[in-house]
């Protein structure tokens, strides 16, 4: 009866997402002839590997309405971007009614004078500096992030506020600022009287700001309490409640290899507070855009990152994602980005994960010329269009559910 019910519960989400949307395609997917819809799917080389603890968390949340399901999609500027993710995002917290978990850790671009995702608008006063782990002559602390934006300045704000008219509403009662609790230099808080708690977190690097209402803004003031020469640096931000759902972090950076991350020496202590139960990577576009590309360096650097996710939850399940097709200088089809899913297999073969083809479902190599065509990829041939990254939100989200389809009917 328990599988009867969830498979029918599940079939009024989903039919009740195309009806709304006018779709004909199962899955919320549009129809598009460039698109390869018999490659949409998780591939599983490994008879152990079905997400199952990933799935019987996401049962517990939908049909009993308990726990946090935390999600981490990290990658390049396809990331940093936040149109692809945030499709994701906001496709999971629709999947069934409540799942809006809160928005979780993010960073404020702008801080860091690159580009921040439309949908919160940054403020601040004083001068800041932006540091990428992906440019080789910028050198920082980079934490699970990859960017920092330092200040040195006596005295800085800034300031977040969520924006558009199809956000969700982000409330939070709780805000994490990571930056350096060692130094002693400057002091951060709040421009409101409505914080009830601080709390500071010393192994992993945070100031929590605790509150009796919940907030949909924020505003803080950076202050130096020395003439001692030194700097603030800020990592990221963590914007929590206590409700139920899903909260998907999106990590990103321009021109982000897997070799940046692996600079980022706070990495695992932050990631212990976005703890991700899926992790879906999406770095390797910058990687074969190389001509010396390394296969045996890109997996390596892989088993360092999976190694440093699992030191923090050993039960984090992995979803690898091919390169989507791009250009060499936008003449040469980009054949790296094969040698770079054979890796993806490896992977996911290797650590009981999942592999997500989209090198294919865009149709293989050269695909991406027709989907600049069609309004879908950009001019560079490497990048999408807002409207192709929210189509391959879509279609990864479609691969995802048609997984937990078969997880429902697997269940006793």
């Known amino acids: 009866m328990i599988v009867f019910n969830r498979n029918i519960l599940t079939l009024l989400f989903i039919l009740s997402a195309i009806f709304s949307k006018g779709q004909e395609n199962p899955h919320l997917l549009p129809n598009h002839d460039f698109v390869v819809y018999d490659s949409n799917y998780v591939h599983f080389y490994n008879s152990s590997s079905n997400f199952n603890t990933f799935f019987t968390k996401l ?8 726990g946090k399901i935390n999600v981490m999609q990290i990658g390049g500027s396809h990331i940093q971007a936040d149109i692809w993710s945030d499709q994701m995002r906001t496709n999971f917290q629709k999947f069934s009614p409540n799942l809006n978990g809160g928005r979780g850790f993010l960073f404020p671009y702008k801080l860091a ?11 601040s006063t004083g001068i800041w500096e932006g540091f990428r782990n992906a440019v080789a002559n910028h050198h920082s602390k980079w ?3 990859g960017i920092t934006a330092s200040t040195k300045d006596s005295v800085a704000t800034f300031k977040l506020v969520f924006r558009g008219d199809n956000t969700p509403y982000y409330d939070f009662n709780s805000v994490k600022i990571f930056h350096d609790i060692d130094s002693t230099s400057y002091c951060i808080t709040l421009l409101s ?26 505003e803080f003031l950076i202050y130096k309490e020395d003439t001692f020469p030194s700097s603030f640096n ?17 990590i990103g950076v321009n021109g ?9 020496e706070l990495f695992t202590k932050h990631l212990k507070a976005i703890n991700p139960d899926l992790v879906i990577f999406c770095i390797g576009i910058n990687d074969a855009y190389d001509p010396d590309f390394c296969a045996n360096c890109y997996e390596n650097n892989y088993d360092t990152l999976v190694a440093w996710i699992k030191s ?20 040469y ?18 650590y009981n994960g999942g592999m997500w083809d989209m090198f294919n479902v865009m149709g293989g190599l050269g695909s991406v010329k027709t989907w600049q065509k069609n309004g879908f990829a950009k001019n560079d041939k490497v990048h999408l269009t807002k409207e192709g990254y929210i189509l391959m939100g879509d279609l990864m989200f479609s691969a995802l559910i048609k997984e937990y389809d078969n997880h429902l009917k697997m269940k006793p």
Do not use: H, W
């Open 234 to 250: 800020l990592y990221g931000i963590s914007l929590d409640n206590d409700d139920p759902g899903i909260i998907y972090t999106s």
């Open 256 to 264: 982000a290899r897997t070799k940046s991350y692996l600079k980022c």
């Open 193 to 218: 009287d409505t914080c009830s708690l601080i709390r500071i977190n010393r192994e992993i690097g945070y100031t929590e700001f605790l509150f009796n209402t919940y907030q949909d803004s924020i």
């Open 333 to 350: 089809p980009n054949k790296n980005a094969l040698v770079a899913r054979e890796v993806m297999i490896q992977l996911s073969n290797k």
């Open 312 to 331: 923090v939850n050993p039960k984090t399940e992995f979803l690898f994602v091919t390169n989507n097709d791009s250009y060499y200088k936008k003449r």
């Open 59 to 66: 049962d517990t949340l939908i049909f009993e309405g308990k």
């Open 113 to 123: 004078q690159t580009n921040n995702p439309y949908y919160y608008k940054i403020t």
């Open 143 to 145: 934490g699970v992030s």
